[in-house]
Nanobody
Framework: QVQLVESGGGSVQPGGSLRLSCAAS????????IGWFRQAPGKEREGLSC????????YYADSVKGRFTISRDNAKNTVYLEMNSLKPEDAGVYYC?????????????????????WGQGTQVTVSS
Protein backbone atom coordinates (compact mmCIF):
# COMPACT_ATOMS: atom_id res chain seq x y z
CA GLN A 1 0.00 0.00 0.00
CA VAL A 2 1.38 3.37 -1.02
CA GLN A 3 1.67 5.94 1.73
CA LEU A 4 3.24 9.34 2.26
CA VAL A 5 3.35 10.47 5.86
CA GLU A 6 4.34 14.01 6.78
CA SER A 7 5.62 15.03 10.20
CA GLY A 8 7.43 17.90 11.85
CA GLY A 9 4.85 20.64 11.64
CA GLY A 10 4.13 22.88 14.57
CA SER A 11 3.96 26.43 15.80
CA VAL A 12 6.93 28.79 15.65
CA GLN A 13 7.61 32.48 15.96
CA PRO A 14 8.60 34.55 12.93
CA GLY A 15 12.26 33.97 12.16
CA GLY A 16 12.11 30.46 13.55
CA SER A 17 12.82 27.13 11.89
CA LEU A 18 11.13 23.81 11.35
CA ARG A 19 12.11 20.59 9.63
CA LEU A 20 9.41 18.61 7.88
CA SER A 21 9.73 14.95 6.95
CA CYS A 22 7.88 12.96 4.31
CA ALA A 23 8.24 9.22 4.75
CA ALA A 24 7.26 7.15 1.73
CA SER A 25 6.25 3.50 1.76
CA UNK A 26 4.89 1.12 -0.84
CA UNK A 27 7.07 2.51 -3.61
CA UNK A 28 10.70 3.40 -4.22
CA UNK A 29 11.56 7.08 -4.38
CA UNK A 30 14.26 6.49 -6.97
CA UNK A 31 11.75 6.77 -9.83
CA UNK A 32 9.74 9.63 -8.47
CA UNK A 33 9.82 13.35 -7.97
CA ILE A 34 8.77 14.27 -4.45
CA GLY A 35 7.55 17.71 -3.61
CA TRP A 36 6.31 19.92 -0.80
CA PHE A 37 3.18 21.99 -1.21
CA ARG A 38 1.48 24.56 0.96
CA GLN A 39 -2.23 25.21 1.25
CA ALA A 40 -3.10 28.41 3.07
CA PRO A 41 -6.70 29.45 3.79
CA GLY A 42 -8.21 31.22 0.81
CA LYS A 43 -5.15 30.66 -1.35
CA GLU A 44 -4.31 28.30 -4.16
CA ARG A 45 -2.08 25.35 -3.35
CA GLU A 46 1.53 26.29 -4.02
CA GLY A 47 4.39 24.06 -5.04
CA LEU A 48 7.25 25.11 -2.78
CA SER A 49 10.07 22.72 -3.53
CA CYS A 50 10.53 19.46 -5.38
CA UNK A 51 13.36 16.97 -5.70
CA UNK A 52 14.13 14.12 -8.03
CA UNK A 53 14.51 10.79 -6.26
CA UNK A 54 17.01 9.70 -8.90
CA UNK A 55 19.16 12.68 -9.86
CA UNK A 56 18.63 14.86 -6.80
CA UNK A 57 17.84 17.87 -8.96
CA UNK A 58 15.73 20.42 -7.16
CA TYR A 59 13.24 23.18 -7.78
CA TYR A 60 12.33 26.04 -5.44
CA ALA A 61 9.55 28.53 -5.71
CA ASP A 62 10.69 32.15 -5.50
CA SER A 63 8.74 32.57 -2.28
CA VAL A 64 11.02 30.12 -0.43
CA LYS A 65 14.29 30.31 -2.34
CA GLY A 66 17.19 30.91 0.02
CA ARG A 67 15.14 30.02 3.12
CA PHE A 68 13.97 26.45 2.50
CA THR A 69 16.12 23.45 1.63
CA ILE A 70 14.81 20.16 0.31
CA SER A 71 16.80 16.96 0.67
CA ARG A 72 16.29 13.24 0.39
CA ASP A 73 17.52 10.05 2.01
CA ASN A 74 16.78 7.25 -0.43
CA ALA A 75 17.89 4.61 2.07
CA LYS A 76 15.11 5.79 4.39
CA ASN A 77 12.73 6.61 1.52
CA THR A 78 12.27 10.01 3.13
CA VAL A 79 12.32 13.59 1.88
CA TYR A 80 12.93 16.54 4.18
CA LEU A 81 12.15 20.23 4.03
CA GLU A 82 14.31 22.45 6.20
CA MET A 83 12.53 25.75 6.70
CA ASN A 84 14.40 28.74 8.09
CA SER A 85 13.55 32.41 8.58
CA LEU A 86 9.89 31.54 8.69
CA LYS A 87 7.39 34.31 8.04
CA PRO A 88 3.70 34.56 8.98
CA GLU A 89 2.84 34.07 5.31
CA ASP A 90 4.52 30.64 5.42
CA ALA A 91 1.69 29.36 7.61
CA GLY A 92 -0.59 26.68 6.22
CA VAL A 93 -0.99 22.97 5.78
CA TYR A 94 2.08 21.41 4.21
CA TYR A 95 1.66 18.35 2.03
CA CYS A 96 4.12 16.13 0.29
CA UNK A 97 3.33 14.46 -2.99
CA UNK A 98 5.01 12.05 -5.39
CA UNK A 99 4.99 11.85 -9.16
CA UNK A 100 6.50 9.56 -11.72
CA UNK A 101 8.39 10.23 -13.91
CA UNK A 102 10.76 12.26 -11.76
CA UNK A 103 10.29 15.63 -13.46
CA UNK A 104 10.60 18.09 -10.58
CA UNK A 105 9.67 21.19 -12.55
CA UNK A 106 6.37 19.72 -13.67
CA UNK A 107 5.39 18.48 -10.22
CA UNK A 108 6.02 21.82 -8.54
CA UNK A 109 4.94 24.30 -11.19
CA UNK A 110 1.66 22.48 -11.79
CA UNK A 111 0.89 22.79 -8.10
CA UNK A 112 0.83 19.06 -7.65
CA UNK A 113 -1.87 18.40 -10.28
CA UNK A 114 0.40 15.78 -11.85
CA UNK A 115 1.04 14.00 -8.55
CA UNK A 116 0.27 10.31 -8.19
CA UNK A 117 0.23 10.19 -4.39
CA TRP A 118 -0.39 12.63 -1.55
CA GLY A 119 0.21 12.68 2.16
CA GLN A 120 -2.33 13.78 4.74
CA GLY A 121 -0.63 17.09 5.54
CA THR A 122 0.97 18.71 8.56
CA GLN A 123 0.05 22.12 9.98
CA VAL A 124 2.60 24.93 10.22
CA THR A 125 1.74 28.04 12.22
CA VAL A 126 3.99 31.11 12.26
CA SER A 127 2.96 33.80 14.69
CA SER A 128 4.26 35.82 17.58
Amino acid sequence: QVQLVESGGGSVQPGGSLRLSCAASGFTMDYYAIGWFRQAPGKEREGLSCISGSSGSTYYADSVKGRFTISRDNAKNTVYLEMNSLKPEDAGVYYCAAQTPAIVFRLCVLGGRSADYWGQGTQVTVSS
